[in-house]
C-alpha cells in the first residue's frame, strides 16, 4: 500500500532529497515516518524566471495511510496509488502468418504484438539495419551522394530513428505504459517513465533498436532488410501476397502496412490496385535555428542551470487574414537541423537531437497549415506531388548538390540584418528562401514570426537563422480504413501509423501499430 502526492515543487539549487521534507511538511508529519518511494512525475514550472520551480509526483508511504487519506480528504493532491493493471496482448484464436511491411514504431510494435499472441510473422524493411543505415547517412551528410533506400526516412527504425526521439503522446491508452516500459527493456533510459516531456535522443534509440531487433528474433520473427513491398497479389478483395523486389510472394493472411509517411511509392502501389486513399492534410515551412544559450536564456532566463534540460518551446498561432494555423513543430534542444532528403533532386530538412541535446543549437520547424483545398482535384496523391514541388524547389536554390538554402530571420522579414550559422550538413547556401515556399506559407510565417517574438522576446534577431523547406511533418494521403481497422478496399490489408494517415510521432504510431495488431486477433475470435 502507498500514497501518491502531487505538486511537491522543488527550487533551483534544493537537491531531491527534500522531497521526503516537503511530503512531511505538506502533511504535518513527523519527517521520520515518511518513507519516499519513487519519482512518478517531474517537470519544469518557468512561468517565473526569477523562481523556477521543479515539480514532483512522488509515491511514498507511512503508518497508518487509511487515517491520513481521511485527515486530508480535502486535498486533491494526495491519493492513494492506483492499481494498474499491465496491459496484455491477447493470444490468437487459431494460428495466422502476418506479412508486416515497415520497421518503425508501428512496424516494430505491431510485430511484437503479433508473435506474441502466437502469430508467425515476416517482417520487412525496405532500408538497412541501423548501423549501415547510420553510416549511409553520415556519407550522404558528408556529400558522398543519397541512397534512396537507405537514409533519414527509410530503414530500421523509420523516420523517427534520427529525430529528437519524443516520447509524447496526447493519447489516454493503458498501451501507453506498456510501450515506455518495453522501450527501457530494450535500453532505452529509465527517466522516460517519469519525465513530463520524455526522450530517448537518436543516439540511445539507435541502440534501442538494436536491443528490439534481437528481441523480435528470439520470439521468432523472420527479418528482412533491403526487401521493398513493390506490389500485391490481390483474389476476391484478399491480399494473397506482397510482392516485394525481383517478383519474389511473400503469403500471407494479413498484411500490417506500416511504411511511414515518405513511401510515396507504396502510395502509387495502393492506387494502381485501387486501394481507397483520400487526400490529407499536413503542414509546409521553415526549420529555424538558434544558438541553445538563447533559448534557454528567453525561457529560464538564465543561459544554463545543471537542474534544468535544455529549454525547449511550443508556439502557435491562428493567423485571422487566412485562418490557417502557424506553429512551432518537432523543437529540437540541443540538437542538429538535419538534411532528411530520400529522393534525387529533392531537398528536406529536420531536426534530431542526442539524449543529452548538448550541441550549440536548438531548432524548431515553423510550418502553416496545408489543407487539400491547396491541391485541388481528385488525385488522392496531389498531396505528395505538392511536397516535391517544393523539395525541387528548395534543392535547387540550394545549388543542387544538397546543400540547404537559409538565410537570417531579420533578413528575411525586412531585408537587413543577422548571419548564417547553421549545424545542417553538408552546409547552406544563403538564399531568398521564400523562393522555396508557396506564397501562403510565406505570408503566413511573415505575419507569426513577430507575434512569436512578443511571446519569446529575442526570437526575431541577429542569430536566428531559417533553413529550408519542411515538407514532412505528417503523410499528405490517408488509406482509408474501416473503425475495425483494415483497408476499406481489401479486409486483411491493415494500414497503420504515420503513412496509414492515422498517427504522428513515435508513440502515436507504436500505439497504432498495437492496436492494428489487436484488431487482427480480436479478428480471429469472428471467422
Known amino acids: 500500500m502507498a500514497l501518491r502526492l502531487r505538486d511537491i515543487a522543488l527550487h533551483l539549487g534544493e537537491d531531491e532529497s527534500l522531497l521526503t521534507t516537503r511530503i512531511a511538511e505538506c502533511l504535518a508529519l513527523p519527517v521520520e515516518l515518511v518513507t519516499f518511494l519513487a519519482i512518478v512525475r517531474l517537470s519544469v514550472d518557468a512561468r517565473r524566471k526569477s523562481d523556477i520551480l521543479r515539480i514532483y509526483t512522488v509515491d511514498f508511504s507511512c503508518p497508518d495511510e487509511d487515517a491520513v487519506l481521511a485527515r486530508w480528504a480535502e486535498l486533491k493532491t494526495l491519493q492513494r496509488v492506483p492499481a494498474v493493471q499491465p496491459y496484455a496482448i491477447s493470444k490468437l484464436g487459431y494460428p495466422i502468418h502476418a506479412l508486416v511491411v515497415g520497421m518503425g514504431p508501428a512496424g516494430l510494435f505491431s510485430a511484437l504484438s503479433l508473435v506474441e499472441s502466437g502469430a508467425r510473422v515476416t517482417l520487412i524493411e525496405r532500408g538497412r539495419p541501423v548501423s549501415e543505415r547510420f553510416d549511409d547517412v553520415r556519407a550522404f551528410w558528408a556529400g558522398e551522394g543519397l541512397q534512396p533506400e537507405s537514409n533519414i526516412q527509410f530503414g530500421e527504425g523509420g523516420a523517427g530513428t534520427f529525430s529528437d526521439g519524443k516520447l509524447t503522446c496526447r493519447v489516454n491508452h493503458p498501451a501507453t505504459r506498456m510501450i515506455l516500459e518495453r522501450l527501457v527493456q530494450f535500453g532505452a533510459p529509465d527517466d522516460i517513465?517519469?519525465?513530463?516531456?520524455?526522450?530517448?535522443?537518436?543516439?540511445?534509440?539507435?541502440?534501442?533498436?538494436?536491443?528490439?531487433?534481437?528481441?523480435?528474433?528470439?520470439?521468432?520473427?523472420?527479418?528482412?532488410?533491403?526487401?521493398?513491398?513493390?506490389?500485391?497479389?490481390?483474389?476476391?478483395?484478399?491480399?494473397?501476397?506482397?510482392?516485394?523486389?525481383?517478383?519474389?510472394?511473400?503469403?500471407?493472411?494479413?498484411?500490417?502496412?506500416?511504411?511511414?509517411?515518405?513511401?510515396?511509392?507504396?502510395?502509387?502501389?495502393l492506387a494502381d490496385h485501387n486501394i481507397q486513399l483520400e487526400k490529407k492534410a499536413f503542414a509546409l515551412g521553415l526549420r529555424i535555428e538558434h544558438p541553445l544559450e538563447l533559448i534557454n536564456r528567453i525561457q529560464y532566463g538564465t543561459k544554463k542551470h545543471p537542474q534544468l534540460p535544455p529549454a525547449d518551446y511550443r508556439l502557435a498561432w491562428n493567423d485571422p487574414h487566412s485562418g490557417r494555423g502557424v506553429y512551432s513543430f518537432c523543437m529540437c534542444p540541443g540538437g542538429w537541423v538535419v538534411n532528411g532528403a530520400s529522393e534525387e533532386e529533392g531537398l528536406v530538412v529536420n531536426g534530431m537531437s542526442n539524449f543529452r541535446r548538448d550541441t550549440p543549437w536548438s531548432n524548431s520547424a515553423l510550418v502553416v497549415s496545408v489543407t487539400p483545398d491547396d491541391f485541388p482535384g481528385t488525385n488522392p496523391l496531389a498531396g505528395v506531388d505538392f511536397q516535391r514541388?517544393?523539395?525541387?524547389?528548395?534543392?535547387?536554390?540550394?545549388?543542387?548538390?544538397?546543400?540547404?538554402?537559409?538565410?537570417?530571420?531579420?533578413?528575411?522579414?525586412?531585408?537587413?540584418?543577422?548571419?548564417?550559422?547553421?549545424?545542417?550538413?553538408?552546409?547552406?547556401?544563403?538564399?531568398?528562401?521564400?523562393?522555396?515556399?508557396?506564397?501562403?506559407?510565406?505570408?503566413?510565417?511573415?505575419?507569426?514570426?513577430?507575434?512569436?517574438?512578443?511571446?519569446?522576446?529575442?526570437?526575431?534577431?541577429?542569430?536566428?537563422?531559417?533553413?529550408?523547406?519542411?515538407?514532412?511533418?505528417?503523410?499528405?494521403?490517408?488509406?482509408?480504413?474501416?473503425?475495425?481497422?483494415?483497408?476499406?478496399?481489401?479486409?486483411?490489408?491493415?494500414?497503420?501509423?504515420?503513412?496509414?494517415?492515422?498517427?504522428?510521432?513515435?508513440?502515436?504510431?507504436?500505439?497504432?501499430?498495437?492496436?492494428?495488431?489487436?484488431?487482427?486477433?480480436?479478428?480471429?475470435?469472428?471467422?
Open 389 to 527: 514541388h517544393w523539395e525541387k524547389q528548395a534543392f535547387l536554390l540550394g545549388g543542387s548538390d544538397y546543400c540547404a538554402p537559409a538565410q537570417p530571420v531579420l533578413e528575411y522579414l525586412d531585408g537587413t540584418g543577422g548571419y548564417l550559422d547553421s549545424s545542417i550538413k553538408p552546409g547552406v547556401k544563403h538564399a531568398d528562401i521564400k523562393a522555396c515556399l508557396p506564397d501562403f506559407v510565406d505570408a503566413g510565417l511573415r505575419r507569426a514570426l513577430p507575434i512569436f517574438n512578443q511571446r519569446m522576446r529575442g526570437f526575431v534577431g541577429p542569430e536566428a537563422c531559417l533553413i529550408g523547406v519542411e515538407t514532412r511533418t505528417s503523410a499528405p494521403v490517408r488509406i482509408v480504413r474501416a473503425a475495425t481497422g483494415q483497408s476499406i478496399s481489401l479486409s486483411n490489408l491493415y494500414p497503420a501509423g504515420e503513412g496509414a494517415g492515422y498517427a504522428g510521432g513515435i508513440m502515436s504510431a507504436a500505439l497504432d501499430g498495437i492496436k492494428t495488431a489487436e484488431n487482427i486477433i480480436h479478428r480471429t475470435y469472428k471467422l
Open 193 to 269: 517513465l517519469v519525465q513530463a516531456k520524455p526522450h530517448i535522443g537518436s543516439d540511445r534509440l539507435r541502440a534501442v533498436l538494436v536491443n528490439f531487433r534481437k528481441h523480435l528474433l528470439e520470439k521468432g520473427v523472420e527479418l528482412l532488410f533491403s526487401t521493398r513491398l513493390s506490389g500485391l497479389e490481390i483474389d476476391k478483395d484478399i491480399v494473397r501476397s506482397g510482392i516485394v523486389d525481383q517478383g519474389r510472394r511473400i503469403e500471407c493472411d494479413y498484411l500490417v502496412l506500416a511504411t511511414g509517411h515518405s513511401a510515396r511509392d507504396t502510395y502509387r502501389m
